[in-house]
């Protein structure tokens, strides 16, 4: 005590130029002329604390930090009463990798001592593009990181993988973890291969522009602190706080973008609704309808009709020429018949997104905080589809005493969705109808979207309807009136979301902390859907509506015990014990009823039958941990881990399961002194990590349920579908890597370079096993997913001039080679999903994502040439449906390029996104071919399409065999396509294959800030303007009429490598503007 | 901290152990139900030309697709049935089980033998106890063992019924009350003459043993139509409740809702009291003032189905079968009428009564089939009588047809079986469709295999396809199949 009266007080806070706190950085005070000199480090808020200083005049006060050129302040006058505070922003040293980055548990650690890779952006490398969902922005910037998008517009959920697929059953995503605390990224109800609506991922609810730092963890080397959802890697975000003693800073963003469909359906606008280029019906002047090939026959007269019908033989526009001639629709309207090349556009509409966010923060070195109030407010490509969402976040952090920190947040997030699209194959997806809907059908025909009296008379084709019944183009089940479903129909969702923490430490000594932390992530949604009265393929065409209500929570408690020190002789050790809690908990509760007895009135008691909805899961995780690291002089670094996990989803005996992990760094160019100016960096890595998974809960016991409705109040019941194993145990996916980092003429150009290899083994597997079993899977431990790559990272600034134009290049690649090496003796394919004719599988020996084909094949000769029927000119296919493997979902490589000039203020960034190969087995251009709908299907429809191939000759036992020679004979396209597919499960399967390479230009952005001198006094502290484009257009694409990087329907396994219907991927043009008061 | 983990992973929304008698209803509703509906109608009904089938279901035209859902449906049947057996475990010989399991064995054996019917030769013998004994690939029986089998099975069961034990009460659909158990009696015996018919011409010795043998117990065969097996239906409730046929109109296509030709006209020429009950005017007859009755082609060529004006076509009836207003309809397992049927049969066989036992039997058959909702005709009309079921002046083969003709028209709704007399007598004739589909424009004789089953029970697929004649195809006949 008597010391500290004697001393004053240095305290501070140590920033990188981003305003990240630093931790970890040398503190020393020193007086030359006194000999008097003390050091210290700060903490991980980046704060420290020097007390006992005596009077004297020209002390220096140094800061050093690894990766950041020193900061040495001189001339301070200390007086004894003195509490002196100093807010010091370290520059970044060019020269070095030096970065300091979060690593697991939110431990901030020098890049450079790292034994694994690992990536980070920055926040403004992530808002440049105005992502509404954050995990899109990492598409192309991170080697090793795919990103595919559901193909369900605005608000919908997005896909990243890590380093390739490594379950089958689960998803491979990585874990989101938000300063420190997990949250949760689940896809509730998310789409099928036959409908549903994509109602967004967790990870879309965060407000991009409240995230500092996004870190990659790839792979379990980098996560295994995280226990066992970290095992896909885990995906870092660390959000802003408060600065520290610069008063109070408003920073005010908007932003404002455009979108409209980036490719859209190659349709054919020369031909009309019918078939064998004709009409199919005529109505004669005494207003009977006949067919056209009695009209034919018989010379008869009349006004040519169409008819409506349900497959391709009435629906389809295989008909005449449209040359403006004079017909009568299917529902009595006398039109001319003309091209209708615009339902898209005349459907659908420009797409707005407003996202407009403020913050408030500041601090002093006591207490910091940031308010921040984001709308993001989105009027989607579907009509009546509306987005909004209000994030409102405050963070505060704070030094109780000299030793005790706190740290709290708390997010609230408000989303209301309207009429979310519904994808795939549903009768109410716009694009699923659009993409059949007969060539000559106007759009504004189809807004008069109910059956008045007079179509009921002069209708052909349908049975069954009435006036003010939904009026429908076809009479399928599956066909709908778009209009009607925008208009008519409804569905809407609200999520009110809460992301909390609070995390206490104290320091017992500037070597020993303990930090606490609990963190709750809750949300409740609130789903309401219906269809009115009316409604053409309602139950009994009196609408129908559910309502649910969805409860999440998963809370997550930690305490790590954090100590490191430091020797003389240079070697340094850190230790942190630690212990966490995770419990989780979904419980759906909801009713949904069919028939309203009174229309306009969308509750469940108008409803004539009703049902209910239920659904609880809930699971634990026990976990204790410990990591430590050993260090020689800041140039040999060794990483030990060590976790156990207690997870609910085990038996007693199986739910205690250990995972280590070891990596090491040796940075060569400081060990041996480099004195090279060319290779002025180089450091070698390596690990070895292992990470255990413990499955989903409820999966050990083999059980009995109850049917949702009794048959006249008799309950009915049946066995599980499941063999249960109540032995199951962990399953574990073990990783090594190796690396190299290299830094180039001081910087100006570096090389990251990772080769790794993954397999998880003892999957908890459902294996299919054949139904004369009496079951139809097999819950076992089994299989193993081997995933080997290599990343490689270029960067490099290839001009830097003193008048301040800047170029910086990045080039990143990632080629990933996944291999299924063992499923469960016996069993070589495990289905992962199916759909309409195409089955995507993981087959021994082969990538995950198999693609087979489930119906017909060409014959073909051994040349790989089709063979043609001589007497027909037509392809000759197989008779019975084979099972036929016809490509691979999973790319070769994937890759990303990226551009930076800027110049005084002005920046211009692009950002180009590449993958190669990857099959999409298109439903789409099923149904293309099937209704002669798109350009591909105009060629030789007068009966000169040449179908390629050889000529066959039969043999004796009825096959067929090439005769070399090439086919002449022609054929109408219409019965050459009819042979390519001629109904969804009729089809030759190879045909409807994409190869989904792109090379898109994803990302392009112009940025000023504003100089000093334009702003008007000292009120504006900051201020710039931007424009950007994201998913501008594509150097390379070759899928039929879509995007292949928004393909799938959902985010799952089931649908890897399959495009349903799909709804456009957006071109976006957008304007931002950004003011800090 | 981990104590309280058994109890949070115990599921929430089911059960370990469950009353047997809860599984035995729904393997009762699902095992009746399956029989009808949209897409039983459309491809077996259009088949036997019921129903007209459409474009929308290619099996309907004779192009070839694999029954996986039939099949898989079918195993869990089987599967719910024998976790009775577990459930019942140690009751064997106890009156708290024994007649249970009597009883579920019972219908059980009508399930295999639907499958073996469709399919030929199935995994029987070696298939799993339950779920403690699980064999993921069991070999093929051939039917003739199968058969064989069945019928000893069904013996042994019968022999465990004993009235004073425990049976389902309500949750038995068939048969509820006092004398339920009776009442599995005879529907044992009336299936062991199903049995014993179905082998006629490919195992006569067999045959007629099985067939004499329920007929020496004529008390024990369903004697009205109070004796027939039935699962009530209801149409103000929720749409799996309704008759199939109902559930058809209320959730299917607007396409595969039209009649046969076949049927129609047969309906017609016969003048036939039910076709009024079970066919509906075409819109456009009624709309030009001429109300009539007109049945679709069955598997339509393209250009054919291009043309067709749906206005001009029959659907089964909206005031019956597709009404939600009508009486529920129940749905049937097996009917005196079907008995009767069989009887008349057997009769003209002389197996089990005189040959001039045959015309009586046939005619009962008739009266009790029209008795039947939705039709609910209490006698059979004079006209009718002399024009249509009378036997004088017929040579057998005649009469046979007119057994046969009547059954068929007795099964409309009820796909399997309509398939299965169809093909093992050939009775009545019909003229398959013009597309050529997969057949080469024949109609099927049995359904293919499930695509599951011969990927992952391969080698035993292999070796029962190698038995059929023309491989896992639609022309390749099952066992008895020999007409």
């Known amino acids: 005590k008597a010391l500290a009266q004697t001393g004053a007080t240095a305290t501070g806070v140590v920033k990188d130029a981003q305003g990240v706190q630093l931790p970890g950085v040398s503190v020393r005070i020193e007086n030359k002329t006194t000999k008097f000199s003390v050091g210290t480090s700060t903490n991980n808020q980046g704060m420290f604390s020097i007390g006992g200083i005596p009077a004297g005049n020209n002390y220096t006060i140094t800061f050093t930090s690894i990766g950041y050129k020193p900061k040495v302040m001189e001339g301070y006058t200390i007086s004894l009463t003195d509490k002196i505070s100093i807010a010091v922003v370290l520059e970044e040293n060019a020269a070095a990798l030096g970065e300091v980055v979060v690593t697991a548990l939110g431990i901030k650690r020098n890049k450079r001592a790292l034994g694994y890779s690992m990536a980070e952006l920055k926040g403004n490398e992530l808002t440049q593009g105005a992502e509404a969902n954050v995990a899109n922005t990492l598409s192309g910037k991170v080697s090793g990181v795919q990103v595919s998008r559901a193909a369900s517009g605005s608000g919908g959920s997005s896909k990243v993988i890590i380093r390739g697929n490594n379950s089958l059953i689960g998803n491979s995503q990585p874990l989101y973890v938000v300063d420190g605390v997990p949250i949760d990224n689940q896809n509730i109800g998310s789409a099928s291969s036959t409908g549903g609506t994509d109602y967004g991922d967790g990870i879309s609810n965060i407000n991009p522009d409240d995230i500092q730092t996004i870190s990659v963890l790839k792979g379990p080397n980098a996560a295994a602190l995280y226990g066992q959802r970290g095992s896909n890697g885990v995906i870092l975000i660390t959000t802003k706080s408060g600065a520290a003693g610069k008063g109070m800073n408003i920073q005010f963003n908007t932003d404002f973008s455009l979108g409209n469909a980036l490719v859209s359906p190659d349709f054919q606008n020369e031909y009309a609704q019918g078939l064998n280029g004709n009409f199919t019906h005529l109505r004669r002047a005494d207003g009977t309808i006949i067919t056209m090939a009695q009209a034919i026959a018989g010379n008869i007269q009349g006004t040519p009709k169409m008819s409506a019908g349900r497959d391709r033989l009435t629906r389809s526009s295989w008909g005449p020429k449209m040359e403006g001639q004079a017909y009568e629709d299917q529902w009595g309207n006398l039109l001319s018949l003309t091209p209708q090349p615009d339902t898209y556009t005349a459907f659908f509409q420009t797409e707005k997104q407003f996202t407009n966010n403020i913050s408030v923060e500041g601090g002093n070195e006591k207490v910091n905080y940031r308010l921040s109030y984001a709308n993001t407010y989105i009027n989607g490509y579907v009509p009546t589809n509306v987005i909004n969402r209000n994030n409102f976040n405050l963070r505060t952090q704070a030094k109780i005493t000299d030793k005790f920190n706190l740290d709290a947040k708390l997010n609230y997030i408000m989303q209301d969705g309207t009429n979310r699209p519904t994808l795939s194959d549903a009768s109410d997806n716009p694009a699923y109808l659009l993409i059949s809907q007969p060539r000559s059908i106007p759009m504004d025909i189809i807004e008069q979207y109910k059956w008045t009296a007079n179509d009921v008379a002069k209708q052909l084709g349908y049975t069954n309807i009435f006036a003010g019944l939904e009026k429908t183009y076809a009479t399928n089940s599956s066909t709908a009136n778009p209009y009607w479903t925008i208009r008519e129909t409804r569905n809407t969702d609200r999520r009110d979301r809460v992301i909390g923490l609070l995390r206490l430490s104290y320091d017992f000594a500037p070597w020993l902390k303990l930090t606490a932390t609990g963190g709750t992530d809750f949300y409740t949604d609130q789903r309401l859907r219906y269809r009115a009265v009316n409604t053409y393929q309602s139950l009994n065409r009196k609408g129908d509506m559910s309502e649910t209500v969805i409860r999440v929570r998963e809370d997550n408690y930690d305490a790590l015990l954090n100590s490191n020190f430091k020797l003389e002789n240079g070697l340094g050790f850190t230790l942190n014990v630690g212990g966490s809690h995770l419990s989780r908990y979904l419980r759906q509760t909801g009713n949904s009823g069919s028939q309203f007895i009174v229309p306009d009135l969308y509750v469940i008691n108008n409803t004539l039958t009703n049902s209910y909805i239920f659904g609880l899961t809930e699971s634990e995780i026990n976990s204790v941990y410990s990591s430590g690291q050993v260090s020689y002089k800041d140039y040999l670094f060794l990483d030990l881990s060590a976790r156990n996990d207690w997870s609910s989803t085990l038996s007693k005996e199986n739910n205690s399961f250990f995972y280590p992990s070891v990596s090491a760094s040796f940075i060569a160019s400081e060990a041996l002194k480099f004195k090279s100016n060319i290779l002025s960096y180089l450091k070698l890595r390596g690990s070895w990590a292992q990470a255990g998974s413990s499955g989903n809960p409820y999966q050990l016991t083999g059980t009995y349920s109850l049917s949702q409705f009794t048959h006249g109040g008799v309950p009915l019941g049946s066995f599980t579908t499941i063999i249960p194993d109540k032995n199951l145990t962990n399953e574990l996916t073990t990783s090594i890597e190796f690396g190299a980092d290299l830094e180039f003429w001081s910087g100006r150009a570096g090389l990251s370079f990772t080769a790794y290899q993954a397999s998880t083994k003892d999957q908890i597997l459902d294996v299919p096993i054949s139904p004369s079993s009496l079951f139809t899977v097999m819950r076992i431990n089994a299989g193993e997913i081997r995933n080997r790559g290599i990343e490689l990272s270029l960067n490099a600034t290839p001009i830097k001039t003193e008048s301040g134009f800047t170029w910086k290049t990045t080039f990143n690649y990632n080629k990933n080679a996944n291999k299924v090496m063992s499923l469960y003796p016996g069993v070589e394919t495990f289905l992962l999903g199916s759909d309409r004719g195409i089955n995507v599988v993981a087959e021994v020996g082969k990538p995950f994502g198999q693609l087979i084909g489930t119906q017909f094949a060409w014959l073909k000769d051994e040349n790989g040439n089709r063979l043609i029927d001589p007497n027909t000119g037509l392809p000759l296919t197989t008779t019975s449906r084979v099972q036929e493997t016809i490509g691979n979902a999973q790319p070769d490589w994937l890759g990303g390029f990226s551009n930076s000039f800027s110049y005084k203020g002005l920046t211009l960034n692009a950002l180009i996104d590449i993958r190669q190969g990857g099959m999409i087995f298109s439903q789409s251009n099923r149904e293309e071919i099937i209704y002669g709908t798109t350009k591909k299907t105009l060629a030789g429809r007068d009966g000169s399409y040449l179908a390629t191939g050889v000529v066959a000759v039969k043999n004796a036992d009825g096959s067929w065999s090439g005769t070399g020679v090439a086919n002449t004979k022609t054929v109408k396209a219409q019965d050459y396509w009819n042979v390519v597919a001629s109904d969804k499960e009729v089809m030759v399967s190879e045909e409807m294959l994409n190869d989904g390479s792109y090379i898109a230009m994803r990302e392009l952005s112009l940025r000023y800030q504003l100089p000093a001198r334009f702003l008007p006094g000292k009120k504006i502290r900051n201020a710039s303007v931007g424009v950007y484009g994201r998913n501008l257009f594509y150097f390379q694409r070759k899928t039929d009429g879509f995007s292949p990087e928004s393909a799938s329907f959902n985010t799952s396994n089931s649908s890897i490598g399959i495009e349903s219907t799909s709804l456009p991927m957006l071109r976006n043009i957008g304007f931002n503007l950004s003011i800090g008061l | ?483």
């Open chain 2, 1 to 483: 901290c981990t104590k309280d983990f058994e109890k949070l992973n115990t599921p929430p929304t089911s059960i370990t152990t469950i009353d047997p008698s809860l599984l035995f209803s729904r393997v009762l509703k699902d095992g009746t139900f399956a029989e009808g509906g949209e897409l039983p109608n459309n491809k077996f009904g259009s088949w036997v030309q019921h129903w007209a089938g459409a474009a929308v279901v290619p099996v309907s035209r004779y192009i070839e697709s694999s029954e996986d859902l039939i099949w898989e449906q079918h195993y869990s049947m089987i599967r719910d049935l024998r976790q009775i057996r577990l459930e019942l475990a140690g009751k064997e010989n106890d009156a708290s089980g024994r007649t249970k399991l009597a009883i579920a064995r019972i219908y059980e054996i009508s399930i295999w033998q639907r499958l073996t019917d469709l399919f030929g030769d199935i995994p029987y013998s070696e298939v799993s106890k339950d779920a403690t004994a699980i064999n993921v690939t069991p070999a093929f029986d051939t039917q003739e063992s199968i058969y064989a089998s069945l019928i000893a099975d069904l013996d042994a069961a019968m022999n465990n019924l004993n009235d004073a034990d425990e049976n389902y009460g309500t949750a038995d659909f068939f048969y509820k009350g006092s004398t339920a158990i009776n009442s599995w009696r005879k529907y044992a015996n009336s299936l062991k003459l199903r049995l014993g018919l179905r082998l006629r011409y490919a195992n006569p010795t067999l045959a007629r043993a099985t067939v004499e043998s329920a007929m020496g117990k004529p008390a024990l065969l369903f004697s009205s139509n109070t004796d027939n097996a039935a699962v009530p239906t209801f149409s103000d409730a929720q749409t799996t409740n309704a008759n199939p046929m109902l559930q058809q109109f209320l959730t299917g296509s607007s396409d595969l809702r039209y009649l046969a030709a076949a049927l129609v006209t047969k309906l017609k020429t016969y003048n036939d009291p039910r076709l009024p009950l079970l066919a509906q005017l075409t819109v456009n007859n009624v709309n030009a003032g001429q109300p009539d009755y007109v049945g679709l082609g069955v598997a339509l060529t393209d250009a054919q189905l291009s043309q067709v004006i749906r206005n001009n076509y029959s659907t089964a009836s909206l005031s019956t079968w597709f009404s939600r207003t009508f009486a529920p309809i129940p749905a049937y397992s097996l009917t005196y009428a079907e008995v009767c049927f069989f009887k008349a049969e057997a009769a003209l066989l002389g197996w089990g009564a005189q040959t001039t036992a045959a015309e009586g039997f046939f005619k009962a058959g008739v009266a009790a089939a029209l008795q039947l909702p939705p039709y609910n005709i209490n006698s059979i009309p004079p006209a009718y009588d002399s024009a249509v079921l009378s036997f004088t002046g017929l040579n057998d083969a005649q009469k046979l047809d007119r057994i046969m003709t009547q059954k068929w028209i007795h099964l409309f709704g009820r796909n399997y079986e309509a398939f299965a007399e169809w093909r093992r007598n050939g009775l009545p004739a019909l003229t398959p469709g013009s597309n050529l589909g997969s057949t080469n424009g024949q109609i099927p004789r049995r359904a293919i295999y499930s695509t599951r089953e011969s990927q992952l029970n391969t080698s035993n697929y292999n070796a029962a396809v190698g038995r059929l004649s023309n491989g896992d195809s639609f022309l390749s006949k099952v066992w008895w199949d020999k007409r």
